[in-house]
T-cell receptor
Framework: GAVVSQHPSRVICKSGTSVKIECRSL??????MFWYRQFPKQSLMLMAT?????????EQGVEKDKFLINHASLTLSTLTVTSAHPEDSSFYIC???????????FGQGTRLTVV | DQQVKQNSPSLSVQEGRISILNCDYT??????FLWYKKYPAEGPTFLIS?????DKNEDGRFTVFLNKSAKHLSLHIVPSQPGDSAVYFC???????????FGKGTLLTVNP
């Protein structure tokens, strides 16, 4: 199946710094990618839809200025957590599909810990 | 407002027996359904899907059943194996968009 690669898999950063997470579709072009966040023992929460060449669409309650999304090419989307705080510590996952109503392929996830 | 519901947070099954994971949805616009399996600290992996024009889809040990009138789907795993122990998420697409709506997941434990 298609491969979506996410990097890094784990990152620890200091409070107040910014962290960038990359999501790449390795063998297909993805005009749309999605960023999710998972809290312990909870479901995947959609944060935003990343659209190639245009602004991301954020879900209600997600701060645009805090979670910056850039989708500069058909195979790469980045999520930057700006001015990170301990409450931003979480598991972040990206996904990509090549067409509507097809299975979404997920990255391996990034465990972010803000200390 | 949860549009995809997995009411059982956990399920425990003996190896070799059948595992049945259930999922209910409320949005009648959903027309494509998927099941994902997730291990801790990893991204979900796709298992099986079903379109709303079908009522059953089978792939090896995995079968998904869809009851549109009841807005209910289920995943059957038979025979269950210890390696199947994971969290299973039900997800749905509505209309022609890419957005997946997930249930909260069910933790399946298959005991040897």
């Amino acid at each position: 199946g298609a491969v979506v690669s996410q990097h890094p898999s784990r990152v620890i950063c200091k409070s107040g710094t910014s962290v960038k997470i990359e999501c790449r579709s390795l063998d297909f072009q993805a005009t749309t990618m999605f960023w999710y966040r998972q809290f312990p023992k909870q479901s995947l929460m959609l944060m935003a839809t990343s659209n190639e060449g245009s602004k991301a669409t954020y879900e209600q309650g997600v701060e645009k200025d805090k979670f910056l999304i850039n989708h500069a090419s058909l195979t790469l989307s980045t999520l930057t957590v700006t001015s990170a705080h301990p409450e931003d510590s979480s598991f972040y996952i990206c996904s990509a599909s090549w067409a509507p109503n097809t299975e979404a392929f997920f990255g391996q996830g990034t465990r972010l810990t803000v200390v | 407002d949860q549009q995809v519901k997995q009411n059982s947070p956990s399920l425990s099954v003996q190896e070799g027996r059948i595992s049945i994971l259930n999922c209910d949805y409320t949005n009648s616009m959903f027309d494509y359904f998927l099941w994902y399996k997730k291990y801790p600290a990893e991204g979900p992996t796709f298992l099986i899907s079903i379109s709303s024009i079908k009522d059953k889809n089978e792939d090896g040990r995995f079968t998904v059943f869809l009851n549109k009138s009841a807005k209910h789907l289920s995943l059957h795993i038979v025979p269950s194996q210890p390696g199947d122990s994971a969290v299973y998420f039900c997800a749905a697409y509505g209309g022609s968009n890419y957005k997946l709506t997930f249930g909260k997941g069910t933790l399946l434990t298959v005991n040897p």
